[in-house]
T-cell receptor, first 113, second 116 residues
């Protein structure tokens, strides 16, 4: 148990659906991250939030929309996804954006059909 | 640019064997951090170790040991007397300094299978 909780653990959605991934951390951290892990690819950083402000968006398509309502919660809103978006989506948090050590959740396994 | 290379895609060993996972990195910075994470089948990445660029001392933690060599830009990870529970994907990662956003860049991972 790392203190970072993601829900749901598994999600199957059609290309026309809208769904949201949720991440919650109870570590008192100020920075939160979304990563994408596709088969046979290195983990890709998608978004970085620091003190609830988005500080980085790594050229992620607009069909992925993050939201950070407070420092403990992070969402990833999904709409009109493509099959190639199927992946494990991992949330992480760190003390601050400038602090390199990150703690990860268990991920949401997303399948787009 | 930052780059982390884990040349071993998959390693299979028999229980109680020692195994070394290789990690080679490239960085433009003199101040950086290196990490190893373990990803068991459950999915989460479990932090194993962080090493900063100024500390080249090798570290041992139980059956785990790490060999950091700046001269060869390597940060290798050895598991002694491997156990079935060590089966997982292991990721090496690099984070450069604040100037570069402290972003974690991961290697492709090494799948370790330990057979009984």
């Amino acid at each position: 148990e790392t203190g970072v909780t993601q829900t749901p653990r598994h999600l199957v959605m059609g290309m026309t659906n809208k769904k949201s991934l949720k991440c919650e951390q109870h570590l008192g951290h100020n920075a939160m991250y979304w990563y994408k892990q596709s088969a046979k690819k290195p983990l890709e950083l998608m978004f970085v939030y620091s003190l609830e402000e988005r500080v980085e968006n790594n050229s992620v398509p607009s069909r992925f929309s993050p939201e950070c309502p407070n420092s403990s919660h992070l969402f990833l809103h999904l709409h009109t996804l493509q099959p190639e978006d199927s992946a494990l989506y991992l949330c992480a948090s760190s003390q601050d954006q400038g602090f390199p050590e990150a703690f990860f959740g268990q991920g949401t396994r997303l399948t787009v059909v | 640019a930052q780059k982390v290379t884990q040349a071993q895609t998959e390693i299979s060993v028999v229980e109680k064997e020692d195994v070394t996972l290789d990690c080679v990195y490239e960085t433009r910075d003199t101040t950086y951090y290196l990490f190893w994470y373990k990803q068991p089948p459950s999915g989460e990445l479990v932090f194993l170790i962080r090493r900063n660029s100024f500390d080249e001392q090798n570290e041992i933690s139980g059956r785990y040991s790490w060999n950091f060599q700046k001269s060869t830009s390597s940060f290798n990870f050895t598991i002694t007397a491997s156990q079935v529970v060590d089966s997982a994907v292991y990721f090496c990662a690099l984070s450069e300094g604040v100037e570069y956003g402290n972003k974690l860049v991961f290697g492709a991972g090494t799948i370790l299978r330990v057979k009984s």
